[in-house]
């Protein structure tokens, strides 16, 4: 009954968008933010994030080759663009990808809100542009912070107007009686419609989802006179100016000079690159799949900003996709990859190449004397990690037998004689009655894992193609490559 009542007040709106409206982007920022403050287990996690949800694995790789973030060779898996690009333009393609799909997805908004929404969205994308172009003398992470914190800073005001329904006609009405109010005038009926400002839900939403300490500050205390809180504010402002068709010159001008104060650019040199930033922009949105927005994002001395987006990844077949992460996993031992890259690279060639639904690499614990789920990409990953653990004890199954046969193995038939005395009840459980893949990880003499890989998603109950032999090839030159890797690393750790 809670999404029927109206909220009133910060906290309700902040709960309200949080666990009715947009959950699913809620959750996803919250884990994102969290990987990224974790430096060992980060690329793990991120993959287990990322690689079962189809449509951002798609964003992240179109952005990462697209030119205005990548000048060299395309990346063709998540792992290799999380290296190349580092965790934190990762996390903010992530985060920014999945706003997009998620603010614009609802499509039964009047058209009035729906308006308003592009209109806010373009302008918000537009203002992180802008910020991180202000900060392009400065070290990569500081320019990605004021990238995020500027695109986010009016997201509570974009939450609001995404969910739809009689309170946001209301409210869109009432702002449409006074087109040229001033701010002020527009935050008292704000206000007095939701019972708090769209600045103190955009403070309480990044607070409560976790969204970084320069997006909070830059709500918090907006006119603190730090190089990077100033660089989001004036570009929160530049953007507004920009969308603004009645701006005034002067309002203009002023911005323009305070940025040229700011970056110590000459002030023509800073108007081609505002020009220069809104293509860029332009380009960039129709990377993410958000063309919807271009419309509203200044085209003034623009000449080409209406052609045709150029296509930005070709889309590749499954054998085509499999056969460049095998080449990039090639390369990972003269790069000095670690053991978890290589996994991780192994693991998204299995989940995405072989369209895996469940990929799983079983790690040893000594200690608890079993195989620990320890990477994972699938959509019920907690319930995996919690659930299936497979034991070392006792009589042997189908996972020791891999171990200590070092072979591949594809179980087409839970109740073959062969297999029959290798699967018992709990881990019948676990594993797909339509049959899986396991296959060993070797590092050095010793086998300190496994593959597993199988089609089952509870999730998701449309037929899913049987697994073939040409699979199981597949999955099984994943898992050599991985184990040569491995082997071709540490005989350059031993020279």
């Not at 990569?140 to 990238?147: K, N, T």
């Not at 991780?344 to 639904?357: P, S």
Request: net charge negative.
């Amino acid at each position: 009954m809670l999404a029927n009542i109206t909220p009133h007040g910060t906290h309700e709106w902040v709960e309200r968008i949080s666990e009715h409206e947009l959950p699913a982007l809620c959750s996803t920022i919250r884990e994102i933010e969290k990987i990224s403050k974790d430096d060992i287990s980060s690329l793990a996690r991120l993959g287990q994030t990322v690689l079962h949800d189809h449509a951002l694995t798609t964003a992240i790789l179109k952005v990462a080759n697209s030119a205005g973030y990548m000048g060299r060779n395309p990346v063709t898996t998540v792992s290799r663009a999380s290296v190349v690009l580092g965790l934190n333009r990762i996390k903010n393609i992530c985060i920014t990808a999945k706003m997009l799909s998620s603010l614009l997805k609802n499509r039964k908004l009047t058209p009035g809100v729906y308006e308003r929404l592009l209109r806010l969205m373009a302008q918000s994308f537009h203002a992180g542009m802008i910020a991180r172009m202000m900060m392009q003398d400065y070290e990569e992470d500081v320019q990605e912070e004021a990238f995020i914190a500027a695109l986010l800073n009016r997201f509570g005001e974009s939450a609001f107007w995404s969910m739809g329904g009689p309170v946001t006609v209301e409210l869109d009405k009432l702002l449409r009686q006074k087109p040229f109010a001033r701010h002020n005038d527009v935050a008292y009926i704000v206000l007095q419609t939701l019972g708090t400002t769209f600045e103190d839900m955009s403070l309480g939403l990044a607070s409560s989802w976790n969204m970084g300490s320069v997006l909070i500050s830059s709500l918090e205390e907006p006119e603190l006179r730090t190089p990077e809180l100033r660089c989001v504010n004036l570009a929160v402002k530049m953007s507004a100016a920009l969308a603004n068709p009645n701006h005034s010159r002067s309002e203009l001008d002023k911005l323009l000079t305070e940025i040229a104060d700011l970056t110590k650019w000459d002030k023509r040199d800073l108007l081609a690159r505002v020009e220069q930033c809104s293509e860029e922009t332009i380009e960039l949105l129709r990377t993410y799949g958000a063309g919807v927005l271009t419309r509203y994002i200044s085209h003034e001395s623009i000449s080409h900003a209406d052609k045709e987006a150029e296509p930005v990844a070709e889309e590749l077949s499954d054998q085509a996709l499999q056969l460049r992460i095998l080449r990039e996993m090639a390369f990972l031992p003269n790069e000095n990859a670690d053991f978890n890259l290589v996994v991780q690279t192994a693991l998204e060639g299995i989940h995405r190449g072989i369209r895996m639904r469940r990929t799983i690499v079983f790690l040893k614990s000594r200690e608890r004397g079993c195989l620990m789920p320890r990477f994972i990409s699938s959509s019920d990953f907690t319930q995996i990690k919690r659930e299936f653990v497979v034991s070392l004890s006792g009589s042997s199954n189908v996972f020791t037998y891999v171990l200590n046969s070092r072979q591949p193995v594809w179980i087409d038939n839970l109740n073959a004689p062969k297999w029959r005395a290798y699967l018992d009840s709990s881990l019948r459980q676990q594993v797909s009655d339509d049959g899986f893949f396991i296959a060993p990880i070797i590092w050095g003499k010793h086998c300190v894992g496994l593959f597993y890989a199988d089609r089952k998603d509870p999730s998701d109950r449309a037929a899913h193609p049987p697994l073939s032999e040409d699979d199981f090839m597949a999955f099984t030159l994943f898992a050599q490559q991985t184990n040569i890797c491995f082997s071709l690393i540490i005989k350059n750790a031993e020279r």
